[in-house]
């Protein structure tokens, strides 16, 4: 009779006796802990009966087995005052709780939440009423409960909600999520497993592996149509990963990765459409990840060096500066192009570091020459995330090398500017504040060029060497150059040209107003030891460095 | 109190296939459905259908003009929905039409429509919207014309 009103009780019970074997589980428990396979048997062991609870991550599952045990031998820490205290224990795992109670020589009991619908909510995401992480992990786990089981799983992630999310408002973004999820919910066939994983990520499961693509191709037409949300018109899109079981992955863990890969590379390519994983996705993971790995060990192990490339003055032939590069040399790899690694970098934020380690070196390099030559660094927009932090670093490599302000120019790219305008032009004032110069790099491969020019009075502007490559053939180069110098001049800029690299450029970039120029015509980038030989050879300039007389003007 | 009045016109490619026929009949079935449904939700408009396209606008109050605009962009049988204006409006432009039907597949393709759809769908010019809307309201009436003759 007990055992028949313990099974069918709304709330979730679990009986094990002292031998912790099981007693029994009822369905309520068995639906809120995420039961994988058939119903357990009387006299299953509590670890076998824990791995089939797909709801619990290993970590939960190992707190129920000790505090299981600790109950049973007595030991379990009375509270003060408490007798019965000794006889119980709560488990909250985030959205649920547990509460192991010892049965006087009986054995003990787990009960799961407090009533109500707290079991169900557990499993749920409360603004769109789909499953919720949880829910999907269990899910996940009884889709490939063995071997051989079929499965695909979609993973998605909106395009532009945050945009429509920071534009609109949190409500109008939740309004637009629960439209989402009316969507997925309508494409879908019974069986499916749809739920949110948090934010703007959705997962489907399929318990077949055929099937997501023709999905996936839907999905990404009806989430990209048009959204009427509180009285806005919402246009977003959808990036979707695909990974099948048992081809991609038989276990629950690999196959989110690999869908996740495929979501990544779906990105990568423009978003707005479904990629299936695909196994050179792992290599090429995999690749990134030993960069990584070697990339967190390079400045340790004294990898990277600055080359310096001399910055020249057109009107007096004379060394100005020099641009410190820099280059990654590998035991295996061998020189490791920056292209390659400054975007991992920066993705990783290991740019911060590395990034304070060049501008120590420069310094540190810029304060053995003659005091005429300033040294040119080129600083990562991630950097400028943290202001405080890079000012720091600037007045330590300065003070470090007791080099001052006005030696030292900072050279940024024009997507620095795309990020927190208000915040960043802070920064390069607090910069210009200390002496220190302030350069566009790479001008004219960005966007918005001339509107960024009037937000800050940069120092120098450096055309991007595609229009100096571009000087000698029919196509607009020349007139870019001319233009640039000429804007250049008008805002009291100097200008250098990069990549020079042949006598007629040269000529050109001094005919058409170039005040300044670099590339390999005057020099490839050297080593630090070699740019006393470098200066023996290339005259450095006589007039002392200051604000107020421009470079070549 | 009264909701406000809201209207949305949009113009998307239609996926039907078959002998016209056939497509005449979908669409008269889906007219109809939608007829019973607006009428309950207090919303009218217009249908133009013309190059394999639909232009549809829909006016009533905001929460019914999103609820039938969301059910419809779950079908099927059409895609690429661009929508060409949504807001506020003072006035009902169809009033008497829950949900009127201009245009006959099969019928002289009508140049005007022709040019506002390419429109519609190169990018999404201001003008647009009202062009359709003038385009549906000439259709309407001559539809009515036809109706009374």
Not at chain 1, 252 to 277: I, S
Not at chain 2, 12 to 20: C, F, K
Not at chain 2, 111 to 116: G, I, K, R
Request: aromatic share 6%; hydrophobic share 45%; with cysteine.
């Amino acid at each position: 009779m007990l055992r028949a009103a313990l099974l069918g009780l709304a709330d979730g019970v679990i009986l094990f006796d002292p031998g912790l074997r099981l007693i029994l589980c009822n369905a309520a428990a068995r639906h809120r802990l995420g039961w994988v396979g058939a119903p357990p048997r009387r006299g299953l062991t509590l670890a076998s009966w824990l791995d089939h609870a797909g709801g619990l991550d290993p970590a939960e599952r190992s707190v129920i087995r000790e505090h299981c045990a600790a109950l049973l031998a007595g030991d379990a820490a009375p509270a003060p005052g408490r007798d019965s205290a000794a006889a119980e224990k709560d488990l909250a795992f985030g959205d649920f709780t547990l509460r192991l109670r010892r049965l006087d020589g009986q054995g003990i009991m787990i009960s799961l939440a407090t009533g109500g619908d707290d079991g169900e909510a557990a499993l749920r995401d409360p603004l769109t009423g789909l499953g919720n992480r949880r829910a999907f992990q269990a899910a996940l786990a009884a889709a490939l409960a063995r071997a051989e089981s079929e499965a695909a799983l979609l993973l998605l992630d909106l395009d532009r909600f945050k945009h429509v999310n920071d534009s609109l408002g949190h409500p109008v973004g939740d309004a637009l999520l629960r439209l989402v999820a009316q969507r997925l919910r309508a494409s879908l066939r019974a069986g499916d497993t749809l739920v949110r994983l948090g934010g703007d990520e959705f997962a489907i499961l399929l318990p077949r592996a055929e099937g997501a693509e023709p999905l996936a191709e839907r999905l990404v037409d009806l989430l990209s149509r048009p959204y009427l949300v509180e009285g806005h018109l919402a246009n977003i899109g959808v990036s979707i990963g695909i990974a099948r079981a048992p081809a991609d992955a038989t276990e629950g863990g690999m196959l989110l990765r690999r869908a996740d890969l495929a979501l990544y590379a779906a990105k990568a390519a423009g978003r707005r459409q479904f990629c299936r994983f695909r196994p050179e996705m792992d290599a090429r993971a995999q690749a990134r990840q030993a960069l990584e790995t070697d990339l967190r060990r390079a400045v340790a192990l004294g990898q990277f060096h600055l080359y310096y490339q001399p910055l020249l003055e057109v009107a007096s032939g004379a060394v100005i500066g020099f641009e410190a590069l820099l280059r990654w040399a590998h035991p295996t790899r061998g020189m490791v192009s920056p292209t390659e690694f400054i975007p991992l970098a920066e993705e990783v934020g290991l740019i911060v570091p590395i990034g304070e380690w060049v501008l120590r070196q420069a310094c540190r390099a810029a304060a053995s020459w003659p005091e005429t030559v300033l040294v040119a660094v080129n600083v990562s927009p991630v950097q400028f995330a943290d202001g405080a932090r890079l000012l720091r670093a600037v007045d330590e490599a300065l003070a470090g090398a007791g080099l001052s302000g006005m030696r030292l120019e900072i050279e940024i790219t024009e997507s620095v500017l795309l990020h927190d305008a208000a915040e960043t032009l802070a920064i390069l004032h607090d910069l210009r504040g200390r002496g220190v110069r302030i350069a566009m790099d790479d001008f004219g491969t960005g966007y918005s060029s001339l509107s960024q020019l009037r937000s800050f009075p940069f120092d120098k502007i450096k055309i991007d060497r595609s229009f100096v490559s571009e000087i000698e053939g029919q196509s607009g180069g020349k007139a870019v150059v001319r233009a640039i110098a000429a804007l250049g001049a008008s805002l009291g800029m100097t200008v250098t040209v990069e990549g020079v690299e042949t006598e007629a450029q040269a000529h050109f970039v001094a005919s058409s107003g170039g005040h300044q120029m670099q590339g390999y015509l005057i020099s490839r980038p050297v080593p630090a030891d070699d740019v006393a030989a470098l200066l023996a050879r290339l005259p450095a300039r006589t007039a002392r460095l200051s604000h107020e007389t421009r470079d070549g003007i | 109190m009264k909701q406000e009045l809201y209207r949305v016109v949009y113009c998307s490619r239609v996926r039907l296939s078959g002998p016209p026929a056939g497509i005449v009949g979908h669409l008269r079935h889906i007219l109809a459905t939608s007829r019973r449904n607006n009428v309950r939700a207090d919303i009218s408009g217009a249908l133009l259908f013309a190059n394999n396209c639909f232009a549809q606008t829909l006016e009533g109050p905001r929460v019914e003009v999103e609820r039938c605009f969301e059910r419809i962009q779950n079908d099927p049988r059409h895609s690429d929905v661009t929508v060409l204006e949504f807001g506020p409006a003072s006035a009902r432009e169809f009033p008497k039409w829950s949900m009127g039907f201009a245009g006959e597949p099969g019928a002289a393709h009508d140049p005007l429509a022709f040019v506002v759809f390419e429109g519609a769908f190169a990018g999404e010019r201001p003008e647009s919207g009202s062009a359709v809307l003038g385009l549906l309201h000439g259709l309407v009436r001559r539809e009515e014309a036809w109706a009374l003759a």
